[in-house]
Structures are given as structure tokens and as C-alpha cells.
T-cell receptor
Framework: GENVEQHPSTLSVQEGDSAVIKCTYS??????FPWYKQELGKRPQLIID?????GEKKDQRIAVTLNKTAKHFSLHITETQPEDSAVYFC????????????FGKGTTLSVSS | GAGVSQSPRYKVAKRGQDVALRCDPI?????LFWYQQALGQGPEFLTY????????KSGLPSDRFFAERPEGSVSTLKIQRTQQEDSAVYLC???????????????FGSGTQLSVL
């Protein structure tokens, strides 16, 4: 089955800096890669996703890149703000009926002002 | 409703007690997933429903865990004879269609935090 590894487990940056979180996956058939943000005690919220037919996707200050050959994908947050502080999870799936998302263990991002 | 709703928000159980956790998915959503999230970890898949059919229960950790969705909407996750290692947040998530397609999204509830003493 799919296995998703996520690094780093914690990341501290200064406000305005960029943050990068990396994930690798094992199942070459996976073709859907979402990123979720989870604030303490709250539900995971989808912030961006990418499918295997594209290599990069951007939405304002966040972007995701995908390298299918190497089986890794990354989340990039630019101009970080204190409200970006949260736990971020990457996930992967085959994006077909009934296939569950497999999550990484999460990255705790702390943005200090 | 506006989103996925779960109840109770918190549940404290004595070891050996049975518990039932409820999930109300977004109206009309076909797919429903249950996940278990231990402290400091990512969500781990438990089981999947497409309408009322439980198509995958490979993630259920033991036969003490049982889930149902009898009418294809509300789902209940039941844990019998709870153990301390069952303590976790149980998340429910739903998506619109049975097959994830382009632009399909998975929406999570806020979870039930289960503490087994």
C-alpha cells in the first residue's frame, strides 16, 4: 500500500520568510496530492491540491510542486505570516472510487513576528 | 448542513465501556471516510462507505471497531470494550461523488476526541 513520508516534522521561520515542506510517496499509481492545514483542535482544511498531470500549482502565497519520477511533492509558502502557524499534512491517493487518502505525519510550522 | 458535523465533540470513557461516535456528512455526499488521529500524528484511514455500502474496512484496528451507514447519510463508528490505546481524535470526512474526479474535494469534520481512562 501507499506510504507517505513528510519532512521536516517541525519548522520555525521568521515572518516574511519562505517555508518549504517536502513529502515522498511510495505508490507510483498515486495521482492526487492534497495538502491540509490543521490548527490546534480544529478540523483539517484543504489548502491546495495537485494532480499528476501537472508539475506545479500556485494559489496566492502557496504553491505545490510535484515530481512524479522521483515520487515527491512539496509545499511552498512565501511571505509567511503568524496566521500560517499550524500543522500541515500532505497526502496521496490513487484518486479512484473508495481510495482513501494516506497522510504524512505532519509538519508543525511556527511563524514568529 | 453547511459542513461535516460530528458528535459528541469530546467523549470520556472508562476502559471496557462501549462508545458510539456520530457523523453527519454534507448533504448529498456519497463518499464517507473515518480516520483516527493520534496525538501528534497524521490521520490514519479506518473505513470507507459509498452510500450505505461499506466498501473498505481494512483500516479498522480490531474487531472491537464497527461502523455503519444504514441509510447512506449519517454514519456511526462504534468501539466496543474501549482500551486506553483507543484514545485519539476520530475524524469523519465526506466527498460529493463515489469516484473522486477532477476538482473533487474531501471535507473533514471537527472530530470526536475520545479519552479512555
Amino acid at each position: 500500500g501507499e506510504n507517505v513520508e513528510q519532512h521536516p516534522s517541525t519548522l520555525s521561520v521568521q515572518e516574511g520568510d519562505s517555508a518549504v515542506i517536502k513529502c515522498t510517496y511510495s505508490d507510483s499509481a498515486s495521482n492526487y496530492f492534497p495538502w491540509y492545514k490543521q490548527e490546534l483542535g480544529k478540523r483539517p482544511q484543504l489548502i491546495i491540491d495537485i494532480r499528476s498531470n501537472v508539475g506545479e500549482k500556485k494559489d496566492q502565497r502557496i504553491a505545490v510542486t510535484l515530481n512524479k519520477t522521483a515520487k515527491h511533492f512539496s509545499l511552498h509558502i512565501t511571505e509567511t505570516q503568524p496566521e500560517d502557524s499550524a500543522v500541515y499534512f500532505c497526502a496521496a491517493s490513487r484518486n479512484q472510487a473508495g481510495t482513501a487518502l494516506i497522510f504524512g505525519k505532519g509538519t508543525t510550522l511556527s511563524v514568529s513576528s | 448542513g453547511a459542513g461535516v458535523s460530528q458528535s459528541p465533540r469530546y467523549k470520556v470513557a472508562k476502559r471496557g465501556q462501549d462508545v458510539a461516535l456520530r457523523c453527519d456528512p454534507i448533504s448529498g455526499h456519497v463518499s464517507l471516510f473515518w480516520y483516527q488521529q493520534a496525538l501528534g500524528q497524521g490521520p490514519e484511514f479506518l473505513t470507507y462507505f459509498q452510500n450505505e455500502a461499506q466498501l473498505d474496512k481494512s483500516g479498522l484496528p480490531s474487531d472491537r471497531f464497527f461502523a455503519e451507514r444504514p441509510e447512506g447519510s449519517v454514519s456511526t463508528l462504534k468501539i466496543q470494550r474501549t482500551q486506553q490505546e483507543d484514545s485519539a481524535v476520530y475524524l469523519c470526512a465526506s466527498s460529493l461523488v463515489g469516484q473522486i474526479a477532477t476538482n473533487e474535494k474531501l471535507f473533514f469534520g471537527s472530530g470526536t476526541q475520545l479519552s479512555v481512562l
